[in-house]
């Protein structure tokens, strides 16, 4: 994907200067890197054209709360990619909010 390390919906920079031993070095943390394609049949994305983009949590999540039919959430271990067992959507912001 790309170089960038800011979110295309909220601006925000998301780059943390590290350095371990080996020169200060920077990393893109909290973002998303997305692309999508359009199709043949698409009536609004171009075909064969892609569009890449980045989300920072915070942006991905008012996405999501505002999905008329929520997403698909999977459990998954660190260890294995495939999914464990389906859970419903519950929203971060809300979860918080709730914990005060």
């Keep these: 994907m790309s170089d960038n ?3 295309n919906k909220c601006g925000k920079s998301y780059v943390l200067k590290m350095d371990f031993g080996k020169g200060e070095k920077e990393y ?3 973002l998303i890197d997305a692309r999508v ?4 049949h698409s009536p609004i994305l171009d075909d064969c054209t892609s569009y890449q983009f980045s989300l920072c949590e915070s ?3 008012d996405l999501f709360d505002s999905f008329i039919n ?3 959430v999977y459990d998954v271990t660190a260890f294995d990619s495939l999914p464990l067992f389906e859970e419903k959507y519950d929203s971060p ?3 918080v909010k709730n914990d005060k």
């Design 5 to 7: 390390k800011v979110c």
């Design 28 to 30: 893109s943390y909290g």
């Design 37 to 40: 394609f359009g199709s043949y």
């Design 59 to 61: 942006c991905l999540v």
């Design 70 to 72: 929520p997403p698909i």
């Design 93 to 95: 912001k809300k979860r």
